[in-house]
């Protein structure tokens, strides 16, 4: 008989339609992975209350269904600007919604700001608010728009010329919409598992300096189907080829200036309600009733700035930048950043600081202004 390897293992993911059915799976629909996703189906064990003459009690009945589990994937883009990466499914329900831009020009004879891009005739219909763009080898985010005209912050180091590249990107921003998606996971090549309603609680990703950042998803679900003895047979994947990034030469900005940050990690955090029925194994539904952005970042003390901005409850902008070529480069922008809590700490001799942040929402659904690949 033999062994169900780990690195034998596939597994495809897909939106769903409707909520707990499993949609049709593709080739297309294989993702990458960096480790062994987890899959947990339990059943509650109800005490069977029959008494009888015996000091034995009766075998335990079998209560309602949970699906809970977490799968992590690489942080890399699909090499393509505006081309979504192989885990495109499971980044829009960890986040909300998705959007992509495409790629357009400046315009030909009338002229740019460093913080307003005019584009060609049409070509205003390409971006949305929220989008980050890739101009001229530097990242900014859409703030506004009228027409074919985008104001983008932070501003650029200089105003674009005519006809330049605006690059195209995939968005995934927050939404109080909660998306669900379906996964089939052949495990060792030996067996398949096909899992629906599943829905994504919890979402994290650290950059620590010189590793290659791993973002993590934790979800609950509706239902396991029974197992099939059955080897991956969905025919030729299509996975990104790109390289996983790693934080080096990142850009952190905090309030417009940047800091040399030992490492930087950002959470997006669901509560969750579990909907039970009779007429079901258990789980009616899984919903968001709540989210709470989160993060932290540790800096060496060097003066009394992050302090000073602590004790003063002041909201900042948060700005992080991985990857410098385009197609696989990963970003993230927080318009209100407010520090949590400074503590201090000891390293290797010298103090630092250990900050942890709360991202504060605006008009709603905006406490991250989204996670783009450009």
């Known amino acids: ?10 597994l495809a ?19 990458s992975l960096a480790g062994v996703p987890s899959f947990n189906a339990a059943f509650d064990q109800i005490e069977n209350p029959i008494i009888r003459n015996s000091l034995s009690k009766q075998g335990a009945l079998r209560g309602a269904e949970t699906i809970s589990g977490d799968v992590s994937l690489p942080l890399r883009g699909s090499g393509t600007a505006g081309t979504a990466p192989d885990g495109d499914a499971v980044w829009e329900c960890g986040i909300g919604v998705k959007n992509t831009s495409t790629a ?11 913080t307003s891009i005019v584009l060609v ?66 495990r060792g090549d030996i067996t ?24 993590k998803f934790a979800f609950q679900g509706k239902a396991m189907g029974a197992a099939v003895a059955e080897a991956y047979g969905l025919g030729a ?12 030469n990142m850009v952190v900005t905090i309030g417009g200036v940047s800091y ?59 700005r992080v930048v991985c990857g410098a070529t385009a197609g696989n480069i990963f970003a993230f922008r927080i318009p209100k950043l407010r520090y949590a809590g400074v503590p201090k700490s000891e390293e290797s001799g010298a103090y630092k600081y250990d900050v942890t942040f709360v991202c504060d929402s605006d008009a709603g659904e905006d406490d991250l202004t989204s996670a783009s690949f450009v």
């Open 1 to 10: 008989m033999a062994l169900a390897l780990v690195r034998k293992s596939t």
């Open 13 to 31: 993911a897909k939106k769903e339609v409707t909520y707990g059915t499993m949609p049709t799976v593709a080739a297309a629909d294989v993702i």
């Open 104 to 114: 357009s020009t400046t315009h030909a004879t009338t002229p740019c700001t460093d």
């Open 121 to 186: 005739t049409a070509g205003g219909a390409n971006f949305a608010v929220g989008d980050a763009v890739l101009i001229g080898g530097e990242v900014t985010w859409v703030t506004a728009k009228v027409t074919n005209t985008l104001t983008v912050s932070p501003a650029l180091a200089s105003a674009p010329g005519f006809g330049a590249a605006v690059g195209a990107g995939v968005h995934y921003k927050l939404a109080s919409s909660r998306p669900s998606f379906a996964a089939k996971f052949w």
């Open 192 to 215: 398949r598992e096909d899992y629906t309603g599943l829905v994504v609680e919890s979402f994290d990703v650290d950059f620590v300096t010189g590793q290659t950042p791993i973002p």
């Open 237 to 248: 994947t299509t996975l990104d080829a790109t390289l996983p990034l790693v934080a080096r």
């Open 260 to 318: 040399a940050v030992g490492n930087i990690a950002l959470s997006v955090k669901y509560d969750i309600y579990r909907r039970m029925a009779v007429t079901t194994s258990g789980t009616q539904d899984v919903l968001w009733t709540a989210r709470e952005v989160t993060g932290s970042f540790s800096l060496m003390y060097e003066d009394k700035t992050v302090e000073d901005t602590f004790a003063a409850d002041t909201q900042a902008e948060l």
